[in-house]
């Protein structure tokens, strides 16, 4: 079966701790409900990065086949999707959008990990490839990014005891805006972004705004969309 290039498979990328009901709230509530959809589920303590890598690249070119794709990520999930695109620049021809949220971009505080568990091992081997890679991913005319950013409790280390804590992602994000790539900030913790109205209508506005093609099939709910955020004006 040949790629429908009217159609968008959205594939989900949770963080390192959470299921597959990680987005519910914005996939219920983003005109993302009306496209199909696929959670990526990984162990993060029992699988090395390069081997999650490797199961994300086969599921996008499975995807691929029959629809264009978007990504996703939030927190580690975030760091995948763009890291499969930096390694794999030929994904550009089929992912057609990426949006991570509250994904410290930068890598993640090390001493926060036990270099002796998998978790640590990856996190430790992840951190240099986003370090050097950082300049050469940003999307672009062919891939749309959007990067949402939770600025609440950002002098809390990621995995801390605190429910505010937000690792450095806003520093660490501050290098993706630099190069151009959208950015949403709002004033909620890692997980609240998640649950957040306003991030939903963000994610609306990015949407129609940007990757109206694979939207406008959809007629009234799509136009009600567009208007509500003055695309036309």
């Known amino acids: 079966m040949e790629n429908d290039a009217n159609t968008l498979k959205v594939i ?43 199961h994300l690249v086969e599921t996008i070119h499975k995807e691929s086949n029959y629809h264009d794709v978007l990504l996703v990520g939030h927190s580690y999930g975030g760091m995948l999707a763009r890291l499969v695109m930096i390694y794999n620049p030929d994904l550009a021809l089929d992912v057609k959008g990426v949006i991570t949220l509250s994904s410290p971009h930068s890598g993640f505080d090390p001493m926060t990990t036990n270099p ?26 062919e891939v749309s990014f959007l990067n949402v950013v939770g600025d609440k409790g950002v002098n809390h280390l990621l995995m801390s005891n605190s429910d505010d804590n937000d690792t450095v992602v806003p520093v660490s ?61």
């Not at 991030?199 to 609306?204: A, E, K, P, R, S």
Request: glycine share 8%; charged share 25%; hydrophobic share 35%.
């Open 12 to 54: 989900y990328i949770p963080g390192a701790f959470s299921g597959k009901d990680t987005f519910n709230h914005i996939r219920q509530n983003t005109i993302l409900k009306f496209c199909e959809y696929e959670v990526f589920q990984y162990d993060i303590t029992q699988t090395p990065l390069a081997l999650i890598l490797k």
């Open 173 to 233: 994000s501050q290098v993706l805006k630099d190069k151009g790539v959208e950015e949403l900030r709002f004033h909620l913790n890692h997980f609240e972004i998640l649950l957040s109205d306003e991030v939903t209508d963000g994610i609306d506005e990015f949407l129609s705004r940007r990757m109206a093609p694979w939207f406008s099939s959809l007629g009234e709910p799509f136009y009600e969309g567009v208007r509500r955020y003055d695309y036309f004006r």
């Open 116 to 141: 002796a568990t998998m978790f640590g091992q990856n996190v430790s081997s992840l951190n240099p490839t986003i370090y050097h890679a950082v300049g050469k991913w940003f999307g672009g005319k």
